[in-house]
């Protein structure tokens, strides 16, 4: 990423932290914005400031409806899209990925699980072409006997045992949950630090969603793995992430501690999220769903740029079409933007526990 695309190399010699790793840290997106132009026209803003920490062994679900950003986000962090400000930090040094050998020791560590397990394996190659060639991509020179013994265990960690009639087979001849775990281990096949994971389970059967959320959770586990979740199912996002950032038209609306978020909301568009995700635990209750239900207000949408859920939003006031909210603290490491917390923000829960992913 260069030049316009990330401005990496002023923006990092003007940041004193640009080369110091915080604990735990291993990669950072700082103010990402990314802007698609056509031709004359002003361009299309997909995202806008986004800025988060993914740690060693914790998992950063970013959650909204289709078009919110999260993919976007995420082909920048992977280095897939320029981003036309802001900057991306691996290991707490500030990333200016042109392609050739940077680019090849960036993706090294930073990998990314596709949504769709077929169109991301090329039909035309075996099981073993396809995590053969990132281990000698990545790893170097392997005798035969070594890279033989790495795909058994590739294999193994995913779960697809006996490895050898695995190996044989083509993409077509899988099952989506089988490619999708053969599309897992192909991304630990580089011995990545950070797993990038683009929706990974909304392609497949309900009945093996939670296993394979179950085997990222092993895989994060066993291996101290960085790991953004991108979904638009926030109750999946509740048992599987330690912290949500929720995203709006390319912006974060709010961002917290998994369990803390999904059980007292604050932002209304985080509500109605909540109120919409079916679960056994009638995650989003009545008393939780805030105004997903209130009056929409009549305001005059003229009246100037504002928050850009106003159109939507059943608290909005007239200064909520004139200007943007910023991210503000709701609670100790919970932030959420917008003007009327007091009133949209319902009353935080008492005694619910966090469940992981069995």
Not at 245 to 254: D, K, T
């Amino acid at each position: 990423m260069s030049g316009d695309a990330f401005d990496a190399g002023r923006a990092g010699a003007r940041d004193p932290g640009a080369t110091t790793k915080r604990a735990g840290v291993v990669l950072e997106a700082v103010e990402l914005t990314k802007v698609y132009r056509a031709g004359q026209h002003a361009g299309v803003r997909a995202v806008r400031a986004v800025s988060l920490e993914l740690r060693r062994g914790l998992v950063v679900a970013l959650v909204g409806e289709s078009g919110s950003g999260k993919s976007t986000t995420a082909k920048m962090l992977a280095g897939q899209e320029r981003p036309s400000a802001g900057m991306v930090r691996l290991n707490g040094r500030v990333q200016r990925l042109d392609g050739g050998g940077a680019f090849r020791r960036y993706k090294r560590e930073v990998q990314y699980i596709f949504q769709d397990p077929f169109s991301s394996l090329n039909p035309v190659h075996s099981v073993r072409h396809h995590l053969e060639r990132p281990i000698r991509i990545h790893q170097g020179r392997r005798a035969r006997a070594e890279i033989g013994r790495q795909l058994v265990e590739l294999m193994e960690q995913v779960r697809l045992t006996p490895a050898e009639p695995f190996l044989a087979k083509y993409p077509h001849e899988l099952s989506g949950g089988q490619r999708q775990r053969v599309a897992v281990a192909r991304a630990l096949a580089a011995r990545p630090s950070v797993l990038l994971a683009d929706e990974p389970v909304s392609m497949l059967d309900v009945s093996i969603r939670l296993e394979m959320l179950a085997l990222l959770d092993d895989l994060r586990r066993r291996f101290e793995l960085a790991l953004l979740y991108i979904t638009h199912d926030i109750a999946s996002a509740r048992y599987f992430s330690d912290e949500i950032l929720v995203m709006y038209a390319g912006e974060v609306v709010e961002r917290g501690p998994a369990e803390e978020l999904t059980q007292s909301p604050a932002h209304p568009y985080t509500q109605l999220l909540v109120a919409s995700a079916p679960d056994p635990d009638d995650l989003g209750s009545s008393e939780r769903r805030g105004g997903a239900n209130a009056p929409r207000q009549v305001l005059d949408a003229g009246a100037g740029p504002g928050c850009l859920f106003a159109p939507r939003c059943p608290f909005a006031t007239q200064r909520c079409w004139r200007e943007a909210p910023v991210l503000q603290s709701v609670a100790p490491g919970r932030s959420a933007a917008c003007f009327r917390l007091e009133t949209a923000a319902p009353a935080s829960s008492a005694g619910t526990d966090k469940r992981g992913v069995e």
